[in-house]
């Protein structure tokens, strides 16, 4: 049974960085897309960032320019690097294996 475990969340100011690693535990990972959502407060889930097999990506409008999706299949882990971050990032964030399985989430919070 393939699981994602996410890592990297914690508490940062505006302005600030932080990098989500998501590890799969079978070699899968590499012919699969990668989603990462995220939920706030209150908030329905929301797709934040996606990458192929390959490597093509796409991102949710508030966070180009700011999040870098990217993935090492060799070592079945994808990555989402958050720079310039904003109160407004603050949310659980999941990784997502093919729409289909869940990691178990990791907490980031942007507050000065």
């Known amino acids: 049974q393939v699981q994602l475990v996410e890592s990297g969340g914690g508490s940062v100011q505006p302005g600030g960085s932080l990098r989500l690693s998501c590890a799969a535990s079978?070699?899968?990972?590499?012919?699969?897309?990668i989603f990462w959502y995220r939920q706030a407060p209150g908030k329905e889930r929301e797709l934040v960032a996606s990458?192929?097999?390959?490597?093509?990506?796409q991102y949710k409008d508030s966070v180009k320019g700011r999040f870098t999706i990217s993935r090492d299949n060799a070592q079945n882990t994808a990555f989402l690097q958050m720079n310039m971050l904003r109160p407004e990032d603050t949310a659980i964030y999941y990784c997502?294996?093919?729409?289909?399985?869940w990691g178990q989430g990791t907490q980031v919070t942007v507050s000065s």
């Open positions: 997502n294996m093919n729409k289909q399985l």
């Open positions: 079978n070699a899968v990972f590499s012919i699969l897309p």
């Open positions: 990458i192929t097999s390959g490597g093509l990506t």
